[in-house]
């Protein structure tokens, strides 16, 4: 079992950056791939970005590419998602989920696991 639990999110301003963490529980966390889905208000669930256990493997949404660096510590059991020059469209809740399967991630899946989302708002 691994529990996930973000923070980091909340309001900013268009042009700004915020750095969201994810928290996990479980042995097996370091073998995962790890990534991150956002829901804008209103719209279906996306996929933002997805990085597998050795970080040596990483993709991102057209949407965040160049802006959003994701990274995972597994001395820690955490994984992190830097977003820089965010813009209004941005503005979603945004879960960290985890997975055996890189693939599962990219393609979203049948993911395993999911965190229960922290919201980030970015005023224009």
């Known amino acids: 079992q691994v529990q996930l639990v973000e923070s980091g999110g909340g309001l900013v301003q268009a042009g700004g950056s915020l750095r969201l963490s994810c928290a996990a529980s479980?042995?097996?966390?370091?073998?995962?791939?790890v990534g991150w889905f956002r829901q804008p208000p209103g719209k279906e669930r996306e996929f933002v970005a997805v990085?597998?256990?050795?970080?040596?493997?990483?993709y991102y949404a057209d949407s965040v590419k160049g802006r959003f660096t994701i990274s995972r510590d597994n001395a820690k059991n955490t994984v992190y998602l830097q977003m820089n020059s965010l813009k209004p469209e941005d503005t979603a809740v945004y879960y960290c989920?985890?997975?055996?399967?890189?693939?599962?991630?990219?393609?979203?899946?049948?993911?395993?696991?999911w965190g229960q989302g922290t919201q980030v708002t970015v005023s224009s």
């Open positions: 989920t985890a997975d055996p399967q890189y693939n599962n991630i990219l393609l979203g899946r049948g993911v395993d696991y």
């Open positions: 990085v597998n256990w050795s970080e040596r493997l990483t």
């Open positions: 479980g042995r097996t966390f370091s073998s995962y791939a």
